[in-house]
Nanobody, 120 residues
């Protein structure tokens, strides 16, 4: 009924930048909160940043001042601009969204994940 597809991951040197995108598609009436999580090997999945429909944002302390989350409601897309990347930012990054479908149902959807690797 809906799906999220991430893109923009890759390999970058420490200090570099990457921009992740996550596009939602399907029978979507409205997207509520959209967020990025990340999971490093052997660790739990943690919140990186979140953004509400009225663009109120929240960040993990570890990325404040380096990462910026934004969204384009017309394109059903959320972005994560990552600057000053560090090796400890290496993880699989997942986007998630609260989706209201045209049927009136509400679900939390997740993307398949995109790998970000930061070399030292």
């Amino acid at each position: 009924q809906a799906q999220l597809v991430e893109s923009g991951g890759g390999l970058v040197q420490a200090g570099g930048s990457l921009r992740l995108s996550c596009a939602a598609s399907g029978r979507i009436f409205r997207l509520n909160v959209m967020a990025w999580y990340r999971q490093a090997p052997g660790k739990q999945r943690d919140l990186v940043a979140a953004i509400t429909r009225d663009v109120s944002t929240n960040y993990a302390d570890s990325v404040k001042g380096r990462f910026t989350i934004s969204r384009d409601n017309a394109k059903n897309t959320v972005y994560l601009q990552m600057n000053s990347l560090k090796p400890e930012d290496t993880a699989v990054y997942y986007c998630t969204a609260g989706v209201v479908l045209y049927s009136g149902s509400y679900y939390d959807y997740w993307g398949q994940g995109t790998q970000v690797t930061v070399s030292s």
